[in-house]
T-cell receptor
Framework: DTEVTQTPKHLVMGMTNKKSLKCEQHMGHRAMYWYKQKAKKPPELMFVYSYEKLSINESVPSRFSPECPNSSLLNLHLHALQPEDSALYLC?????????????FGSGTRLTVV | GQQLNQSPQSMFIQEGEDVSMNCTSSSIFNTWLWYKQDPGEGPVLLIALYKAGELTSNGRLTAQFGITRKDSFLNISASIPSDVGIYFCAGPAGGTSYGKLTFGQGTILTVHP
């Protein structure tokens, strides 16, 4: 299995809703990431988990809450989002946090906040 | 922090033409990565470069790790319609930025049949 699987593929949520994005990989990678991407722009790093511990939080607002239940799963809990949070949310994994062998990205969740 | 300057920002070419794009940095990178992103999908790794001067091919794609370690080039030969997408250069940051991947701004490629 050489894939990173993200669900759901599309999500529409209101500003008062609570939802979660899920990410799963079975490649034995020990680092997992959440990225946010606006149209035609490069991905922007949000969080890095290394060996299931949060190692980097890029000053992301607290309405985004990451969780790494085990080495294969990564969640992003969403609450009280704003319309400007609408974007493609990408999960990625790598063998280790150095990333020198590249990241494997999932197909992303297209999030629309209304 | 480290930044990657990628050019051109966009390209409109005819099918069959060759394509070149490059990435430069003011600081040294020890690894250069080239990704392609199709619409509605996540980026896919095309080529990884680990040594200054290294030239690596993947089918019609060829990438080079600049000798100064501050630049990299990606060439696509004989373009086809499925080459359409956004191409990103990227490099793992080091030091206090360990764990981060720095991306270029991307090159949007359009191929006319």
């Amino acid at each position: 299995d050489t894939e990173v699987t993200q669900t759901p593929k599309h999500l529409v949520m209101g500003m008062t809703n609570k939802k979660s994005l899920k990410c799963e990989q079975h490649m034995g990678h020990r680092a997992m990431y959440w990225y946010k991407q606006k149209a035609k722009k490069p991905p922007e790093l949000m969080f890095v988990y290394s060996y299931e511990k949060l190692s980097i939080n890029e000053s992301v607002p607290s309405r985004f809450s990451p969780e790494c239940p085990n080495s294969s799963l990564l969640n992003l809990h969403l609450h009280a989002l704003q319309p400007e949070d609408s974007a493609l949310y990408l999960c990625a994994s790598s063998q280790q946090a150095s990333g020198i062998y590249g990241y494997t990205f999932g197909s992303g969740t297209r999030l629309t906040v209304v | 922090g480290q930044q990657l300057n990628q050019s051109p920002q966009s390209m409109f070419i005819q099918e069959g033409e060759d394509v070149s794009m490059n990435c430069t940095s003011s600081s040294i990178f020890n690894t250069w990565l080239w990704y392609k992103q199709d619409p509605g999908e996540g980026p896919v790794l095309l080529i990884a470069l680990y040594k200054a001067g290294e030239l690596t091919s993947n089918g019609r794609l060829t990438a080079q790790f600049g000798i100064t370690r501050k630049d990299s080039f990606l060439n696509i030969s004989a373009s086809i319609p499925s080459d359409v997408g956004i191409y990103f250069c990227a490099g793992p940051a080091g030091g206090t930025s360990y764990g981060k991947l720095t991306f270029g701004q991307g090159t949007i490629l359009t191929v006319h049949p």
